[in-house]
């Protein structure tokens, strides 16, 4: 699935138009992505969390050549299936 067809799916499900629930689903997209950029947590009961986890620095190996790289300290998004989807798959 991908946006669009994220976008059909809420639009069908909550009897909206195809521009409404691509606000919607634009302002869902953009309230996780600030929340996280301020090192906060999403935490969605029964479907999951969304959290920032801190990457250290480090070197690794071109693997090409074998040259080491240094690779900078990053912060990079994570999720946490909560219970109710992991129910819902099993």
């Known amino acids: 699935m991908n946006k669009n067809d994220l976008v059909a799916h ?10 409404d629930a691509t606000k919607a689903v634009d302002a869902v997209f953009d309230g996780i992505t600030g929340t996280l950029q301020r090192g906060d ?9 969304f959290s920032v986890a801190d990457r250290a620095a480090s070197e690794g190996r071109n693997p090409r ?6 690779i900078p300290a990053s912060r990079q998004p994570k999720f946490k299936a909560g219970k109710g989807l992991k129910d819902a798959l099993n």
């Open 10 to 19: 809420v639009a069908d499900s909550a009897g909206l138009s195809k521009g």
């Open 41 to 49: 947590e999403v935490r969605l009961v029964g479907f999951g969390t």
């Open 65 to 70: 050549t074998g040259e080491k790289i240094d």
